[in-house]
T-cell receptor, first 112, second 117 residues
Framework: SQKIEQNSEALNIQEGKTATLTCNYT??????LQWYRQDPGRGPVFLLL?????KEKRKERLKVTFDTTLKQSLFHITASQPADSATYLC???????????FGSGTKLNVKP | EAGVAQSPRYKIIEKRQSVAFWCNPI?????LYWYQQILGQGPKLLIQ????????DSQLPKDRFSAERLKGVDSTLKIQPAKLEDSAVYLC???????????????FGPGTRLTVL
C-alpha cells in the first residue's frame, strides 16, 4: 500500500541545536515534495518545496534534502529556537494535477 | 493579500444532523482543496477543484459528503448525515496552479473544527 511516514514521536531538542525531521514514502514517484508548518488551531503554512531533480534546497535556517532512491526527504532547522516549536508536515505530489498526500506530521519541541 | 477564509470556525452537531462549511479562496487562485484532519493525523484530501470542475474526489465519502464550487470561486462542503467519526478539522486550501507542473504551494485557511455528538 502507499504510505507516507513521519516520526509520530515528538522530537525534543535544546535551543541552538539542529533539528532533523524525516519523511519516508513508498510506492510513489513524486515530482516534488513540500514541507509545511502547523501550529495548534491553525492551518498549515508552506515552508519549502523541492523537486525530484534537486538534491538540496535552503531557505534561511531551513534545509531540505530529497533522495528519490531512498524515497526519503530530510528537513533540517539549524540554530533552532523555541519559536520553531510546531508540527511539521511533508506533502507529496502524487502525480495528478497538483494533488497532494500529507504525512501525519512530527511535533518539534525546542527547549530554551 | 487576504488569505483563505473559512466559516464557521467551530460547529457542534448531533449525529445524523447536517452541516455545511464555507470557503473563500485567495482571489485568482484556480485550484481549491478540501481536507479532513483528524486529531493527531495529517490532512487527508477529500476533494480538489480546478476552477469550478472536480479534479479528484476519490477519497470523498460520497454517500454523505458533497462539495461544490460555483463560478470557480467560493466553495461549500456538506455532510449529511453526520457520523461520530466525522469529528475533525476541515481545512480549505487554494493554490494558483493551473497546470500539472506548476509546483505551487497551497495556502490554507484556519479550518472549521467539527464535533459530532
Amino acid at each position: 500500500s502507499q504510505k507516507i511516514e513521519q516520526n509520530s514521536e515528538a522530537l525534543n531538542i535544546q535551543e541552538g541545536k539542529t533539528a532533523t525531521l524525516t519523511c519516508n514514502y513508498t510506492n510513489y514517484s513524486p515530482a516534488y515534495l513540500q514541507w509545511y508548518r502547523q501550529d495548534p488551531g491553525r492551518g498549515p503554512v508552506f515552508l519549502l518545496l523541492i523537486r525530484e531533480n534537486e538534491k538540496e534546497k535552503r531557505k534561511e535556517r531551513l534545509k531540505v534534502t530529497f533522495d528519490t532512491t531512498l524515497k526519503q526527504s530530510l528537513f533540517h532547522i539549524t540554530a533552532s529556537q523555541p519559536a520553531d516549536s510546531a508540527t511539521y508536515l511533508c506533502a507529496l505530489d502524487v502525480g495528478n494535477f497538483n494533488k497532494f498526500y500529507f504525512g501525519s506530521g512530527t511535533k518539534l519541541n525546542v527547549k530554551p | 493579500e487576504a488569505g483563505v477564509a473559512q466559516s464557521p470556525r467551530y460547529k457542534i452537531i448531533e449525529k445524523r444532523q447536517s452541516v455545511a462549511f464555507w470557503c473563500n479562496p485567495i482571489s485568482g487562485h484556480a485550484t481549491l482543496y478540501w481536507y479532513q484532519q483528524i486529531l493527531g493525523q495529517g490532512p487527508k484530501l477529500l476533494i480538489q477543484f480546478q476552477n469550478n470542475g472536480v479534479v479528484d474526489d476519490s477519497q470523498l465519502p460520497k454517500d454523505r459528503f458533497s462539495a461544490e464550487r460555483l463560478k470557480g470561486v467560493d466553495s461549500t462542503l456538506k455532510i449529511q448525515p453526520a457520523k461520530l467519526e466525522d469529528s475533525a478539522v476541515y481545512l480549505c486550501a487554494s493554490s494558483s496552479g493551473v497546470t500539472a507542473s506548476s509546483y505551487n504551494e497551497q495556502f490554507f485557511g484556519p479550518g472549521t473544527r467539527l464535533t459530532v455528538l
